[in-house]
């Protein structure tokens, strides 16, 4: 059948392969408060339950992140393949895998939306020539915060932070107090999150207290390349002008230690990359490469045969193909032939019938 | 009442008249119609309007119906080089194809081609499908003179003309007339053809001995201008000796033995020759499995 009864991922196998697992609705908002494909989150609201299949990139991004030595400078791994395979779901997936297991979550949601459409830049009080974006931050922050409720009075700051004269947060405060700052005080936002990151990347693996830290990235070629933001006097804005993105590179880097960098390449949301772009160079450009450089790259594949079985029996199941014809074996093979096995295409053309 | 009645009755009249023509005209010179006491019963034909003869105004008289357009009494088999003998604009009673062309109206498709003055605008190859092509071979032929008989193998072709220059012309539409890649043209001598061998050889001497020569701005090139990749001192590299070093792989040890043992290795070098196959073939799956396996060696996966 379709549905597995394991809805404890850290037992999934080859086996299950195919299988669709629940995930269960109190882990819906705080793990996934900002991350799901908008289409995805629909279809959870409708059905009322959210199921995700079980794949190959994600079995093997788990299985990796399983095996892994966590002594050794982080590994990144990049999740590539054509629009609409699977790319942020197998990501979500991997996100879910950390959180049960009790790692910390760093997920951002679409590093494209740091790079377009800002309504509001400021200059960076912390470092001249960078601009801040206190809406994106503030709102990741949040986010943030909801994800990872249990971590936040559990790590302590090193360092001593000061914001204006009479605001600073003291060293061995614990981090909580530092994002409802950042929350609360929406202009230093971006450095805050500038400082979380910083703080995180310290202490992340370490002995004492340590916990791993997964660092989830979806659309990661936005961070490299152009902008569409243009700053007062017309002149664009390169990407590491923004304080957002100079701190998110920092941590992509893998010169800390003790998690995990799962990152996904993106072409709806790019900008300036042609619609037919899915493979990592071209979509991270000569520099992204670099930076990235070594990195495990992770195909994501179109369903195969049984997993488009799986996903039309899974349809079937919850009545969500309602017309007859829908439901014969000629129905089935025009399925197959329109969305060509493309998992957005199969749902957008099921959402129809 | 009575000159109010005249009034309508006028009116009618030329109304009725109105429909005969097949024109609906209320008013169509903006000419103020009166109506007078008198019965002004001139002749009933043109009332209100000067006469003009049977050009009437708006010539509705001769005016004959639209017919039917020509696809409708189209055979499938019949011969398309006469409806287009020449180069014409698109004609939509002539063109038995189903064309929509345009932005589509609000929540609908691109509009038909009845009135679509895009597809008027844009030019058509219609009068030139193969058949068309052929007939103007055929009628070209007379004019041809042979291939010279002489001439039939390519070795043949070689001796007697040893020097070929090939140029290419680009069709594009677009906003220029140039393309940039029409301006590269290929001239290929066959040096067993030279018959001044050693002029040839002479001046290939002094060439190879130019090309040796290292110019003052030449030191200034940057890795931007490289023609091709390589990974020595790329930031690749760096990054991936730092990696090793860090994960202590290579045991203790500083600087560059180190280094030079790690260079060494197999995986190493397997991790090398993807990455320059990557930068330089560019991608495709089968070198993205390559980069993938070789990294996964490398870091003990």
Redesign the interface.
């Known amino acids: 059948t379709c549905l597995s009864g394991t809805s404890k991922n850290a037992c999934q196998s080859e086996q299950h392969l195919g299988q669709y697992y629940t995930v269960p609705a109190s882990h819906f908002h705080t793990v996934f408060p900002h991350g799901l494909p908008p289409r995805y989150q629909q279809q959870v609201k409708t059905f009322n339950e959210g199921c995700v299949m079980v794949r190959q990139p994600a079995l093997e991004l788990i299985s990796?992140l399983k095996?892994?030595?966590y002594i050794?400078?982080t590994?990144r791994y990049l999740l590539?393949g054509v629009k609409g395979s699977g790319k942020t779901m197998s990501l979500c997936h991997a996100v879910h895998y950390c959180s049960t297991q009790g790692w910390l979550v760093l997920h951002i949601p679409d590093a494209h939306l740091w790079v377009k459409n800002c309504k509001e830049l400021l200059p960076s009080s912390y470092h001249a020539s960078r601009f801040d974006q206190p809406i994106q931050a503030s709102n990741w922050l949040r986010n943030f915060r909801t994800t990872n409720e249990h971590f936040l009075s559990k790590i302590k700051l090193r360092q001593r932070y000061v914001w204006t004269k009479r605001e600073s947060t003291e060293e061995g405060r614990p981090l909580g107090e530092l994002v409802d700052m950042g929350v609360s005080r929406v202009k230093s936002s971006s450095d805050v999150v500038g400082a979380v990151l910083k703080e995180l990347r310290l202490q992340a693996g370490g002995t004492e207290g340590g916990f791993r830290l997964a660092v989830a990235v979806d659309g990661v070629n936005g961070l490299w390349g152009r902008t569409t933001l243009k700053k007062e006097d017309k002149s664009p804005v390169a990407p590491e002008e923004l304080t957002l993105v100079h701190n998110l590179r920092k941590m992509i880097n893998?010169?800390w230690?003790g998690g995990a960098v799962i990152a996904t390449l993106s072409q709806t949301g790019s900008l300036y990359a042609p619609s037919s772009a899915y493979?990592?160079?071209?979509l991270l450009g000569e520099e992204g490469f670099?930076?990235m450089?070594?990195?495990?790259?992770?195909?994501v594949s179109l369903y195969s045969e049984k997993e488009f079985e799986s996903c039309y029996l899974y349809y079937l199941d919850r009545h969500w193909l309602q017309h007859p014809h829908s439901q014969t074996e000629e129905g089935k093979k025009e399925l197959i032939f329109l969305s060509n096995r493309n998992p957005s295409v199969l749902e957008r053309l099921c959402a129809f019938l | 009442m009575a000159a109010h009645t005249l009034k309508k009755s006028i009116w009618s009249i030329g109304r009725i008249h109105c429909h005969v023509y097949g024109v609906n005209v209320r008013n169509p010179l903006n000419r103020a119609t009166y109506a007078t006491a008198l019965s002004t019963n001139h002749s009933s034909q043109n009332k209100g309007f000067p006469d003009r003869g049977n050009r009437g105004p708006f010539n509705r008289r001769s005016r004959r119906e639209a017919g039917d357009p020509r696809t409708d009494r189209m055979p499938v088999d019949q011969d398309w080089t006469t409806v287009y003998p020449t180069a014409t604009p698109f004609r939509q009673g002539s063109v038995p194809l189903p064309v929509r062309m345009g932005f589509p109206v609000k929540k609908g498709v691109p509009p038909e081609k009845k009135g679509n003055l895009e597809l008027i605008k844009i030019p058509n190859f219609l009068h030139l499908t193969p058949l068309a092509i052929k007939k103007h071979c055929e009628a070209l032929k007379p004019f041809c003179t042979e291939w010279p008989s002489a001439l039939d193998t390519g070795a043949k072709c070689d001796e007697h003309f040893p020097i070929k220059v090939e140029s290419k012309d680009y069709v594009s539409a677009g906003t220029s007339l140039r393309n940039p890649s029409a301006r590269i043209v290929h001239l290929r001598v066959s040096l067993s053809a030279c018959v001044n061998y050693d002029y040839a050889m002479y001046l290939l001497t002094v060439l190879y001995h130019e090309s040796w020569k290292m110019e003052a701005w030449e030191s200034e090139k940057t890795v931007a201008d490289m023609e091709e990749y390589s990974w020595e001192d790329s930031p690749s590299q760096k990054n991936i000796m730092s990696t090793l070093v860090r994960m202590q792989v290579a045991g203790e040890g500083e600087g560059e033995a180190v280094r030079e043992e790690l260079l060494g290795r197999p995986e190493v070098q397997e991790y090398r020759d993807s990455v320059t196959r990557l930068k330089n073939e560019g991608e495709s799956e089968s070198s993205m499995h390559q980069y993938r396996d070789a990294v996964k060696k490398l870091l003990n996966l």
């Open positions: 990796h095996r892994a030595d050794n400078p590994l590539y893998n010169d230690c493979l990592p160079q071209e670099d930076s450089d070594p990195f495990i790259p992770v195909p």
